[in-house]
C-alpha cells in the first residue's frame, strides 16, 4: 500500500466509519448492561454484569480496543474538520441551508461535547472503580463485589445530573442520527434499494439508543 | 421590478474587497438573471465605473461557466439550473439580492464575482481521460455495455464542472465533481482497465489542492444544475478503496 492511502481524505473518511460503527455497538451493549437497572432493582443483575466487564480477560483486553477506537476517532475527526476549515478560509455573507440533515453541519461540536461528557462519564464510574472507592455488594454466588448500581442509583437522586445526562445524550443522538448513513455512504455501500432502508434505520436506531439511555435516569429518578 | 443588489467587488486576486450596494430599477420578470447583470453594467459604463465581472459563456446551461452564489444558493434559489437559466420571476420586487462569487481556497477570486476553476482541469489531468490510440470510429455495440451502466455513466457524464458542488458544501468539498468523473469511465469497460490508477492519482491531486474532506451532507447533489447524485461518491469511496487493497 503506497502512501496516499494513509493520509488521504477518503482514507481517513474510512477508518472514521469503520470506528465509528464499532463505537455504536459498544452503545448497544452499554445500554444493554445499563437497563438491568430497570429490570432488577436489587441491582443484583447490573452489579454481575458490571463484574463480569470489569473482571473478563477478553473484555480487559477488548476495552483498550475501545479506548483506542475512541481515541482514533476523535482525532481523525479533529484533523477533518481543520482541513475542512482551511478549505475555506473567506465564509459566504449568506451561509447556505441546502443540507439533507441539519445534524451533519455540527458532527465537530457534538462530538466535542460527548467527548467532555466521557471524561466526565469515565471520573463518576470507572476512576472511583480504579480508586478501589466503590461500595461492596454481597452476592450469595459470586461473593463480594462492587455496587456499581448503587453509584449509578446515587448519581440519578440529583435533578441537576439528570438534567445533563438527559441534555447530553439527546447530543448525543444527534450525533448518531448522521453518524450511522454517513458511515455506509464513506465506505462506499450505497444502493439504490437498500439506501433509503439504512436512512431510515439510523434515524430509528439513533431514536432508539438515546430513548432507551435516557429512560433509565428518569425512570431511577422518578421511582 | 426594483432590486436592490449587494455585489462583491475585488479589484484583483489578493486584494481586499467588499459588498457594494447597487439599485436596479425597471427590470422585466422574464430577463435572465445574468441579462439582469449585463443591465446594471451597461448603467456602470454610462457612468464612467467600472462594470462588475463574472464568468459566462453559453448561456444555455451546458458549458458550465457561469457561477454566482446568489442569496445563499449556488446558481440561485431555483433548483437544477445554472445561473444562466435562472429567471427574475423568481425574485420578489424591492427584494435584496446579495451576489458573492465561490468561496473556497482552492477557487482563487480572479476579480469581482469570477473565480480561478483551473484545479478542476488539474484533477482531470491526474486520470480524467481514458489512453487509447484512436482508430477507425468502432461500431455501436461492439462492445457490450449493460443498459444501467450505460445510463448511469450518461448521467455521471453530464457533470458540467461548474463547481457549485464546492460553493455550496459547508467544508469546500470537491467529491460529487472528482467522483462522477471517475464514475463516467468507472462504469464502462473502456474506463475499467485504467479505473485504479485514475481514482488515485484523481483523489490525491484533489487532496493536494486544498478542497475539503466530504461529510455526507449532501449539500452539493442539491445544488447541482445537472443532478448529479451522491451515489457516485460512494462509488468512489469504493473504487479508492479497492484500488488501494488489491
Redesign the interface.
Known sequence: ??G??S????????WMSLFGLFLMTFLVVHLGINLLLLFDPSRELFNIAAHFMGTNPAIQIFQWVLFGGFIVHIILGVI?QI??W????????????????IF??Y?IYTGIIIFIFLVIHLGNFFVLKMQGAVPEFHHEGAGHMEDMGLLVVNLFKSTGYVIFYVVLLLIMGFHLD?AF??AF??????H?KY?PFIKGFGHFFAIVITAGYIIIPLVIHFT | MDLKLKIWRQQGPGTKGKFVEYPVKNISADASFLEMMDILNEELVAKGEEPVAFDHDCREGICGMCSLYINGNPHGPDSAITTCQLHMRKFKDGETVVIEPWRAKPFPVIKDLMVDRSAFDDIIQAGGYVSINTGGVPDANDIPIKKENADLAMDAASCIGCGACVAACKNASAMLFVSAKVSQFALLPQGKIEAKRRVESMVAVMDDIGFGNCTNTYACEAVCPKEISVTNIARMNREFFVAKVS
Request: charged share 20%; proline share 2%; glycine share 6%.
Open positions: 500500500m503506497s496516499t492511502f493520509y488521504s481524505s477518503i482514507t481517513k473518511k474510512i477533518l482541513q475542512n482551511m478549505a475555506r478560509p473567506k465564509g459566504y455573507k449568506i451561509s447556505g441551508t441546502s443540507e439533507d440533515s451533519s453541519r458532527m448522521h448513513q454517513s455512504q464513506s465506505l462506499g455501500l450505497s439504490l439506501t
